[in-house]
């Protein structure tokens, strides 16, 4: 199959949270299964174009914008055997960074329609279009309506990887890249949701594990989109994510201080003594290690962790947070930071380096999502034998299993209700694990044996591209 990727951020180019780990190793899963897979993103103006050897000279296109034309560059490279083409429109697309400009929402809907043109106009016609959230939405509503005929009819494929983040806006923007404003449920007059759009007009929708397309169904976590949802729920799909575990490999990673595999834990060892000194951490083997990373926001259940941090303190643990994001929050870490400086380390910024350092010099992980679609971090922890502390909630309930509930099987600690209490509880249950030698090298060795590669998820999105395929035909 000839699939057509588009997403606002792809790692390792542009990253700011789990949709860039997707788009950045999923397409390769697809290319090493025999498909035709290329993937376009903007040409954000962070992106290091000396590191990634992409050309100044490429293919300019003329793309309809409003009521004039904007001009716009495509330059590509090919990583793993997908291509990967940077939409390139200084002015009007690339920015400093990727989301938070006032104008989001045009720039956005003007990148899904240079992708379209892109492929219009260079004769492409792929089987599957395939959009991820809102970003590059509106793409779905262009390859199903106007783009249609010019792109051969292809089936479009929609995966919402967080559904609190749907673009809405005034609906003009619609009318600058030549979609109708016809009214799509649930969008209130005058208003665009580019996430409705793309719900309600693709030949399949996903998300990124089976519990939380089954939570997108209630009002709970439907954010208002639970009744268009249900009415899609035939062509719903809930593909968990894989990792990329040639990344994210303890024996190969060039940015741990020693390597480390099941079979010989010794560096890891080592790698949580250079991490509690580059820290400042008081330096201590038997001091249970939690990481935290990830953006501070409420989703992240950083209001329920923030009580629970002292008394994992006063249990004798350290916590090393790795972050960024809503100020108050932020403030909130200072604060504790300061207050117990030598066991509570924090930093803020974004740093993938940092961060792999982080999940193998920890023991534990902590993720008490208020809600989570997939999750990462737990994932990447499983695969340098950190052992996740996590909420019961969406792709964290699919993938961890608690090991007092499942002693043969368990593969972390969870709890389910959202509030401090069941997280401390949880927190205590994991020290006590981790004093008991055998068990936690027993643990440790089965998270690390886990097989999270994208092989399996892979696959069934073939599968679902085949159905929107046949949908797409049959429409
Ligand atoms: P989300 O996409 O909601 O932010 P995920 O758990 O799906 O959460 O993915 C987050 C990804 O971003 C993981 O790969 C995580 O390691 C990484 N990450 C998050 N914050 C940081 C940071 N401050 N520095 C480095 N990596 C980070």
Not at 91 to 104: C, F, K, L, Q
Not at 107 to 119: I, K, S, T
Not at 315 to 334: C, D, F, N, S
């Amino acid at each position: 199959m000839r699939i057509v990727f588009a997403a606002a951020e792809v790692a390792p180019y542009a990253k700011v949270g789990g949709l860039a780990d997707v788009a950045g190793s999923l397409p390769q899963a697809l290319a090493a299964l025999g498909h035709h897979v290329s993937i376009h993103l903007p040409l954000h103006g962070t992106i290091d174009r000396e590191r990634f050897g992409i050309p100044t000279d490429a293919v300019v296109r003329s793309v309809p914008y409003g009521r004039s034309h904007v001009r716009v560059a495509y330059p590509s490279i090919v990583r793993g055997g997908v291509r990967v083409v940077f939409v390139d429109n200084g002015r009007h697309i690339g920015r400093a960074t990727v989301y938070g400009a006032p104008d989001d929402a045009k720039r956005y809907a003007l990148f899904a329609r240079a992708v379209a043109e892109d492929l219009a106009q260079g004769g492409d016609r792929p089987d599957v279009i395939h959009a991820h959230d809102w970003h590059t939405a509106l793409l779905v509503p262009m390859a199903a309506g106007h783009y249609r005929r010019a792109l051969g009819g292809p089936a479009t494929v929609f995966t919402i990887h967080n559904l609190a983040y749907q673009g809405q806006s005034a609906v003009d923007v619609v009318g600058l890249v030549g979609l109708p404003r016809k009214h799509v449920h649930p969008e209130k007059h005058g208003e665009l949701n580019p996430m409705a759009r793309a719900i309600a007009s693709a030949d399949a929708v996903s998300t990124v594990s089976e519990r939380y397309a089954e939570e997108i169904l209630t009002p709970e976590f439907g954010n208002g989109l639970e009744a268009l949802l249900a009415e899609r729920r035939d062509d719903l799909w809930g593909i968990v994510n894989g990792i990329d575990v040639d990344v994210f490999d303890p024996f190969a990673d060039a940015h741990i201080p020693v390597h480390y595999s099941a079979v010989d834990m010794r560096g890891k060892a080592q790698d949580k003594a250079a991490l509690q000194k580059e820290l400042g951490l008081a330096v201590s083997a038997r001091t249970p290690l939690f990481g935290v990373i990830g953006r501070l926001v409420e989703q992240k259940g950083i209001d329920i962790l923030t009580p629970v941090a002292p008394e994992i303190l006063r249990a004798g643990g350290q916590i090393a947070v790795l972050g960024t994001g809503e100020p108050r929050y932020e403030a909130m870490w200072k604060e504790l930071a300061e207050r117990h400086a030598g066991s509570l380390s924090l930093r803020l910024g974004f740093d993938a380096a940092l961060a792999q350092r982080i999940y193998a010099g920890s023991d534990m992980f902590l993720m008490p999502s208020r809600f989570e679609p997939c999750g990462l971090g737990q994932l990447i922890s499983f695969r340098y034998g950190t052992v996740p502390v996590v909420r019961a909630v969406g792709g964290l309930a699919d993938t961890v299993r608690d090991a007092d509930a499942d002693a043969r099987q368990g593969t972390g600690f969870s709890f389910r209700e959202y509030a401090a209490e069941p997280l401390g509880d949880a927190v205590r249950r994991a020290i006590r694990a981790y004093r008991d030698g055998a068990r936690w090298s027993a643990l440790r060795t089965r998270v690390m044996g886990l097989d999270h590669s994208w092989a399996a998820s892979a696959r069934r999105y073939v599968e679902m591209y085949e159905a929107a395929r046949d949908s797409a035909r049959a429409a």
